[in-house]
């Protein structure tokens, strides 16, 4: 489910990284029409991360065990819960110790180039729980509150109204975007 790209576990991908052939001198390249630009990459804030991390890590032992991964999966809706874990831990447990501790997470980090926009849009779309692209108080809460976070309806409020630029009592992706990136670092 490409929902879960939010925590940042790139289920089913490699570590490896296949060889990269140079491109050929600037003189012999062919004249291309010029293509846009890749979407924007950025490298998350270490406090931040540990925040996510320590989100998944409930029983405070330093590292994230299958079955709290899996619980967060599955309080995000994820249908194939098992399988993804499965997937995100083959390409994070490089120690093969059945857990990811907070370097293994970093490290995935690292791997993956950091986080692209298309993460943050996957993540928007949980929290955009009509799929009416706008996330309401309402939705905030509902969904903090099955990840496990106390949280009331006002608090909600106000933390919509802290992102919300264009007044509308809701978040819009590009307000999202803002938010999940103020701290992070172009790459």
Do not use: H
């Not at 996510?52 to 994230?64: A, L, R």
């Not at 928007?124 to 903090?144: H, M, P, R, S, Y």
């Amino acid at each position: 489910m490409s929902s879960k790209s939010f925590f940042n576990f790139k289920y089913g991908v490699s570590r490896k990284s296949s060889p990269k052939t140079p491109p050929p001198p600037p003189s012999k390249q062919p004249l291309q029409p010029s293509k846009p630009s890749s979407p924007a990459v950025f490298q998350p804030n270490a406090g931040e991360m540990r925040r996510v991390f320590n989100k998944f890590d409930k029983n405070n032992d330093g590292k994230i065990s299958k079955e709290e991964y899996s619980s967060a999966v599955g309080a995000l809706g994820g249908k194939n819960a098992k399988s993804e874990v499965t997937k995100a831990f083959q390409a994070i447990d490089t120690d093969g110790d059945g857990f990811v501790d907070f370097d293994e997470f970093m490290e995935a980090q690292k791997s993956e180039g950091g986080v692209k926009t298309g993460d943050i849009k996957s993540a928007f779309k949980v929290f955009d729980l009509d799929g009416n692209g706008k996330i309401t108080a309402e939705e905030l809460l509902q969904v903090l509150r099955q990840l496990g976070e106390r949280c009331s309806l006002e608090g909600c409020r106000k933390m919509v109204k802290g992102v919300d630029a264009d007044g509308d009592g809701m978040i819009d992706v590009d307000e999202f975007m803002g938010l999940m990136t103020r701290t992070m670092k172009l790459a």
